[in-house]
């Protein structure tokens, strides 16, 4: 997405998503605002998700498992959370099939990526 952002997704970036996510256009639309307006930069810094994630859990310490989200939000590994990757990831947690989210949540507990295609596949 480059770093010249604009308030509104490209028509290619948005039909992509719409076909990787759950979401209609008018909602990934919604929601990109939302995220350029909370990351102007265009990335979710660790300690930002974690300051954002904390909010969730005022009453004890979310530190340790919303860094496990994190890595499970950030798909490519690069250390930071674009649109496309929390727009992925929301659209599982939120609207995914029960096998999407099991595996999505599994993911979060995978630490060392130890699970194989093939564990997997005797889930469904």
């Not at 599982?92 to 507990?109: E, H, I, M, P, Q």
Request: aromatic letters at 14%; glycine letters at 8%; one cysteine or more.
């Amino acid at each position: 997405m480059g770093k010249n952002h604009s308030k509104h997704l490209k028509p290619k970036v948005l039909s992509d998503l719409r076909e990787m996510t759950e979401f209609t256009e008018e909602e990934l639309q919604e929601w990109y605002r939302g995220f350029m307006n909370d990351c102007p930069g265009g990335t979710l810094s660790i300690e930002e998700f974690k300051k954002i994630y904390g909010n969730f859990f005022p009453g004890g310490d979310a530190g340790m498992f919303s860094e496990h989200v994190f890595r499970t939000f950030d798909a490519n590994g690069d250390g930071s959370i674009d649109f496309k990757e929390f727009i992925v990831a929301l659209s599982v947690t939120s609207r995914g099939t029960l096998a999407d989210k099991l595996k999505w949540s599994f993911n979060v507990y995978d630490l060392d990526k130890t699970v194989t295609s093939l564990r997997m596949r005797c889930w469904r």
